[in-house]
């Protein structure tokens, strides 16, 4: 992908909320961070170049087919990575409910046999993550930070203050309560009232959906959650990631 990219640009891969920090105020963003997902529109739709710095830009793509410009100015990139079982709950709804894939009415159990055996938009979890781990290992001087969801979720001053620290900004202990606050799932559909346009209902259940930690328990049967522990064995078995799939 070429885009005409800047040193100070941040590219967010996978599920991540920087913007906050970056501003410098505990305040919900109002664009939609659709709007700026570098596969998704043309950038003469969403204004990027006239967008000021730093822009905070999104993707779910493989680190390969990130633009090569930002990779040559090894410009900033925050990668989230979360527990397959929960991204496959997510995903499940997301294709259930979203507008923009066709609301899919696919059965949970039609869905597992896809997400564990059938090829998915972006690839499967598990060669997604494996070539960022190998990225990671070949080229460590890539201005790469790694957050877990699971440790965002549950140790969120801790990790907002790490990601300020790559981020370079200047924070102060207001600052970080205030974003905590302004993050905590409870708080979210309060504040985002102003911009609930920009969200659907499918949107806003998965988004409640993608806040839980160990939601998969709820939808895994005793087989499937063998099958998919079998899976996860075979594939990541060279993997060295800590991934905790509850809490």
Known sequence: MNIDSRESDIIVCAYAKSEQLIAGKAEYST??????????????????????????????????MLPRKHVELNA?????????K?????????????PTVGGIPIPWNAF???FTSKPIPYGSWFD????????????????IHTVYYENLKLN???????????LGVSY???????ICQKVDFKNILKGKTDVSSNFSTGKLIHALYS???GDWKNWFTVAQNEKFDELYAKEMKDSNLEIRFTQ
């Open 76 to 84: 900033k990139i925050i990668h989230m990575l979360r527990n397959p």
């Open 172 to 178: 102060t202990d207001e600052l970080i309560e205030g």
């Open 31 to 64: 664009k939609f961070k659709g709007g700026i997902f570098l596969e998704a529109q043309s950038f003469e739709e969403t204004g990027l170049a006239d967008m000021p710095s730093p822009r905070n830009l999104n993707t779910h793509l493989p680190f390969r």
């Open 112 to 114: 597992f046999e896809i």
């Open 156 to 166: 969120t001053q801790a990790e907002v203050k790490r990601l300020g620290d790559f």
């Open 86 to 98: 929960d991204v496959a709950v997510s995903m499940f709804h997301h294709v259930q409910k979203d």
């Open 128 to 143: 997604y993550e494996k070539d960022w781990e190998r990225v990671k290992k070949e080229r460590p001087n890539l201005n």
């Open 211 to 213: 806040r839980i930690i």
